[in-house]
Nanobody, 123 residues
Framework: QVQLVESGGGSVQAGGSLRLSCAAS????????MGWYRQAPGMQRELVAT???????NYADSVQGRFTVSRDNAKNTVYLQMNSLKPEDTAVYFC?????????????????WGQGTQVTVSS
């Protein structure tokens, strides 16, 4: 079993910064992609930023240049540095991991999600 535990959410005024962390633990062979999605009230969950094993990143257009995703593979941890926050960044932020489980006979791949952490940006 795998768990993703997020930390670092909170409330901040527009223009401020927050840093989110997410640590994965449990039965993990390889974490391929790790990153963040968010969901605002009444909206669908959307990509924020991800990073793969080769350190290639993918950002939503709305956060490009303001948010930075990074990973510490030795700690199975992903971070999201959020600068110049805007009220429209208010959402529940979910950690995501695409994890490979390498067995003797076969390899399986599964998506995992954290429980979510609230980020609120006031104007």
């Amino acid at each position: 079993q795998v768990q993703l535990v997020e930390s670092g959410g909170g409330s901040v005024q527009a223009g401020g910064s927050l840093r989110l962390s997410c640590a994965a633990s449990g039965s993990i062979s390889v974490i391929n992609v790790m990153g963040w999605y968010r969901q605002a009230p009444g909206m669908q969950r959307e990509l924020v930023a991800t990073m793969d094993l080769g350190a290639s990143t993918n950002y939503a257009d709305s956060v490009q240049g303001r948010f930075t995703v990074s990973r510490d593979n030795a700690k199975n941890t992903v971070y999201l540095q959020m600068n110049s926050l805007k009220p429209e960044d208010t959402a529940v932020y979910f950690c995501y991991a695409d994890i490979w489980h390498i067995g003797v006979v076969s390899t399986t791949r599964r998506d995992y999600w954290g429980q979510g952490t609230q980020v609120t940006v006031s104007s």
